[in-house]
């Protein structure tokens, strides 16, 4: 059942936020707020074809999957910033997004534009510096899929789940590429099923906090249902751990297809802890769900552990 915030909570009229830094500070701060350097390490699923395929591919393969990291922390900073210009006035709305920069007037929308103009061509040049132009293919998709999103698709129900979804399957792709390990099916099914996964909880909780405002804030939202999305996101869960549970069947060498089906214990557990903590209310980002619960955490420790000590026999 949603929860609708006081009026206090959710006025449109919030006024922005008293500047706190020195004056010197403010801009350099207003930009990195809005770049959102906690959301960087999602960056890291450029390493998960390499880890799943228990290869880093070419020689060097690690510091390439640096450099595709270090692209996609840029094309994403440059999202952010194109997301966060066409959102200003719904962000004003919202009891937490009000106090972005841009929305609370801190940052200037051309300044963030410009910002984002730098940050998709350093993103656009590390494939060709690394001589993987497939690389900037994906990085370039990645923006492209990203700000037609912030323009146009994010209004359009079940489509715009699928681009945020998309977003974390093309980071996978692209580390794949940098490293030039070719993806598994069975992988790229757990990793698009575990990226639409976490964008279905992110609008289960978006109405959960916001109620009825939430149309308001994100128009799609008048097709959606938080029983349907509960539900959607339990069997997407269960389609997760299936899809594990069939890509570690499928290893050849029985000491890794061993460790690999055990690992599934944790990674179910770690699935139904989200899946407690996105049926309360609240504000959190979905994100900090992951990566700040500490019960979460541990869960996530002990399938990282299980999993990589599956590869423990090809080190030998």
Request: proline content about 7%.
């Amino acid at each position: 059942m949603t929860r609708p915030l006081p009026e206090a909570v959710i006025s449109p009229a919030a006024p922005p936020r008293a500047a706190s830094s020195p004056g010197w500070l403010r801009w350099p701060s207003a930009v990195l707020r809005t770049a959102r350097p906690r959301q960087w390490p999602k960056n890291l699923l450029v390493f998960a074809a390499p880890l799943a395929g228990t290869s880093l591919g070419r020689p060097d393969g690690l510091g390439y999957a640096l450099v595709a990291a270090i692209a996609f922390c840029a094309a994403s900073v440059a999202v952010y910033m194109v997301n966060d210009v066409v959102d200003a006035d719904r962000d004003r709305r919202h009891p937490v997004k009000r106090n972005r920069p841009i929305a609370a007037g801190e940052l200037p929308k051309a300044h963030a534009v410009a910002v984002a103009a730098v940050c998709i061509i350093g993103a656009l040049s590390a494939g060709f510096a690394i001589h993987t132009p497939l690389l900037s293919v994906i990085v370039g998709a990645y923006v492209a899929s990203s700000v037609l999103y912030s323009l146009v698709l994010k209004h359009i129900p079940v489509i715009e789940l699928v681009f945020v979804a998309s977003g974390f399957v093309l980071r996978a792709l692209g580390g794949a590429a940098a490293t030039r390990v070719p993806p598994s099916g069975w992988f790229l099914l757990v990793c698009s099923l575990g990226a639409l996964l976490v964008a279905t909880a992110k609008r289960y909780t978006e109405m959960a906090v916001l109620g009825p405002d939430a149309i308001r804030h994100r128009p799609s939202m008048r097709w959606y249902r938080p029983s349907a999305l509960r539900l959607a996101q339990r069997l997407i869960a269960a389609a997760m751990i299936i899809s594990y549970v069939l890509w570690a069947v499928g290893e050849h060498r029985g000491w890794i297809r061993g460790w690999h089906l055990a690992s599934a214990i944790p990674l179910a557990g770690t699935l139904a802890r989200f899946d407690h903590l996105t049926a309360e209310a609240t504000a959190k980002p979905v994100e900090d769900l992951l990566a700040r619960d500490t019960t979460m955490v541990v869960l996530e420790m002990m399938w990282l552990l299980m999993f990589v000590g599956g590869l423990w026999e090809l080190v030998q």
